[in-house]
């Protein structure tokens, strides 16, 4: 695992959750636990990046990432027998070819979030274009991703955005609130590890805490794990005395 870490995973290891010790993980992207927790202190009393809902209560929040895909009409299933209300972070690139996800996905309530356009790494963008390419990137990125996700929903308003990796920086959050949106990352999120998924949904279980926020994936076929997963995790919070909030009441 350590010599084929991903993208994606880099930032969820450092950011996400610093109490995967056991994970072996080689990253050009290097943070340490406690440039983590000093980070996630300084976001304490921000008003448009989240890693957490600020409450006590015991209330928790799904967030998908990366579609539609192939499995989402049955993760949408499962949110509607437990009437759960999730973010779905769609890629621009990839929604015209799932419309009726889409749609779905709008019409039972729950709130469509901007995962920009095509996964693009802001990571290694950095390392080679200076801070207004960077803006003027991210900017086409978020206006492609509107424009086609308004081709299917016109009357959509998009308030959330989730950046690739989780990059999280200054200018981001400046260009955030040019569009209004609010910057929800994550508090916890392992379906992309690969192991067996009676694993994966241990560390899931173990990482439930008021206000958390969990990352899961429907894009293409990543789906199938993510149902596998909620299918257990679900019940299992509401047994352990959780909620699943709205985020629209929180974020």
């Known amino acids: 695992k350590a010599q084929n870490v991903t993208s994606h995973e880099r930032w969820n290891i450092y950011s996400a959750f610093p109490q995967v ?33 600020r409450t006590n209560e015991k209330i928790i929040f799904i967030t998908i ?63 080679t274009a200076d801070l207004e390419i960077l803006k003027q990137t991210l900017r086409s990125d978020i206006e492609k991703t509107e424009e086609n996700i308004k081709k299917i929903i016109p009357e959509i308003k ?40 009676e694993q994966t949904i241990e560390r899931y279980k173990k990482s439930l805490k008021p206000g958390g926020i969990y990352l899961f994936h429907d894009g293409k076929d990543r789906g199938l794990k993510t149902i596998k997963i909620l299918s257990e995790l679900i019940p299992y919070a509401l047994s352990q005395g959780y909620k699943f909030g709205d985020p629209k009441d929180y974020f």
């Not at 943070?31 to 008003?47: G, Q």
């Not at 889409?102 to 390392?127: A, D, M, N, V």
């Open 65 to 127: 990432d990366d579609g539609p895909g192939n499995y989402t009409p049955q993760i949408l299933d499962l949110l509607k027998e437990y009437n759960i209300k999730a973010i779905f972070f769609v890629s621009g690139d990839t929604v015209l070819g799932y419309q009726e996800h889409l749609k779905r996905e709008y019409e039972e309530g729950h709130s469509i979030g901007s995962h920009t356009y095509c996964h693009r790494s802001y990571y290694k963008l950095q390392k």
């Open 21 to 53: 010790k056991d994970q072996d993980v080689t990253t050009e992207t290097t943070k340490t636990e406690s440039v983590i927790e000093s980070e996630k202190k300084d976001n304490a009393n921000d008003e448009i990046f989240f890693t957490k809902a």
């Open 158 to 197: 998009i308030r959330y955005l989730r950046m690739p990796e989780g990059y999280s920086k200054d200018w981001v959050k400046e260009i955030a609130k040019e569009y209004g949106y609010k910057i929800i990352n994550w508090t916890a999120g392992y379906d992309w590890l690969q192991e067996p998924v």
